[in-house]
């Protein structure tokens, strides 16, 4: 008797609708949001957390080649570790024995790598120099000065873009 | 129960959207958007350290209209020179500016670049702008030299060419 009565009961059963407008309302909040952050080349770089850029006016955009970044803690070049930090200053690289330095030794090694590919040695190619907003230019200019030496006196500054200004 | 209105609540419970293939559409849309989304814009400013190479003989009218404009950045202050081969000293003397800091810290980048576009009204021809900053002066402070000495609200390019360096001796 009472299996008869459940089974009456489920029969009358009806599925619930689904109330999916306060859905629709954020899927639609978040589309438009992916659509303005929307671009047609996503940056695929790995950058350091502690790495604080600074921003610009600049709209060029960059030609990744050989990446240097200069963070607090450490130099690193194509991703590894080159030199530590210290005080501000860059372990191991001297001001008056640049060319002793393990940044000299690796930028000249790509230098001549460049140089093989490139014809007619043309030497078109920059570093692309990601360097955080608080470090001092004495360490800056030692950093380039090794680089000027090993052949790359072009530089490519990446900043972040400063949202709502002319250039 | 009047029979106009059973018809008229019979058709509002009939109109009803189906959200279904819209919820479908959105579920693809936003993986994909995701994937291609971008919160941060990475740009570029394209800059070089000076090297010592042969002087390049150029065209003396040419060089008549073109100056080089030096952007010392010290501690509290900016100080503007220009050089030239062609130009008289005493006009360059002329392109000589001082531009001292706003209570001892900030840097009057607004004042650098109305400097620099009077420069450039001058000596339409010239394009670059070599910064000297001194040792203790942060990276960001360069770079907001280097945009003040490019560009301007007013006028599309000052002195697109940016050299950095070091101080000699």
Request: hydrophobic content about 40%; overall charge positive.
């Amino acid at each position: 008797m009472a299996l008869g009565k459940r089974k009456k009961q489920s029969s009358k059963f009806v599925t619930p609708k689904l109330q999916i407008t306060a859905m629709m309302d954020m899927f639609t909040i978040v589309l438009i949001f992916l659509l303005f952050s929307f671009s047609d080349k996503p940056e695929t770089m790995n950058l350091d957390k502690e790495l604080d850029l600074p921003q610009s006016t600049a709209k060029m955009d960059y030609n990744e080649t050989i990446k240097m970044v200069l963070s607090k803690e450490n130099l690193k070049l194509n991703d590894t570790v080159v030199a530590k930090l210290e005080n501000g200053r860059v372990k191991g690289l001297r001001k008056d024995r640049l060319k002793d330095s393990d940044l000299y030794r690796k930028l000249s090694f790509y230098r001549e790598q460049m140089d093989r590919v490139l014809e007619d040695g043309k030497k078109g190619d920059h570093i692309l120099f990601f360097c955080d907003r608080n470090i001092p230019f004495k360490t800056i200019n030692s950093i380039m000065k090794t680089a000027v030496m090993a052949g790359f006196p072009d530089f490519q500054f990446a900043v972040l873009k400063k949202e709502g200004v002319l250039k | 129960m009047s029979r106009l209105t059973r018809r008229k609540r019979h058709t509002e419970e009939e109109i009803e959207v189906n959200m279904v293939p819209i919820m479908n559409m959105f579920l693809v849309l936003i993986p994909f958007l995701l994937m291609s989304a971008s919160f941060f814009h990475l740009k570029a400013i394209n800059t070089s350290a000076p090297v010592q190479g042969e002087s390049v003989v150029s065209d003396a009218a040419e060089k008549n209209r073109k100056v080089t404009v030096i952007a010392e950045i010290k501690k509290n202050r900016i100080q503007l020179t220009a050089n030239s081969e062609a130009v008289l000293n005493e006009e360059l003397k002329k392109l000589e500016y001082q531009i001292k800091n706003e209570k001892q810290k900030e840097y009057r980048f607004d004042q650098m670049t109305l400097v620099l576009q009077k420069i450039k009204e001058s000596y339409p021809q010239s394009d670059t702008v070599i910064i000297i900053p001194d040792k203790d002066v942060v990276y960001d402070t360069i770079i907001q030299a280097m945009d003040a000495a490019r560009y301007s609200q007013t006028s599309p390019a000052l002195f697109p060419n940016v050299v950095l360096s070091g101080r000699v001796g």
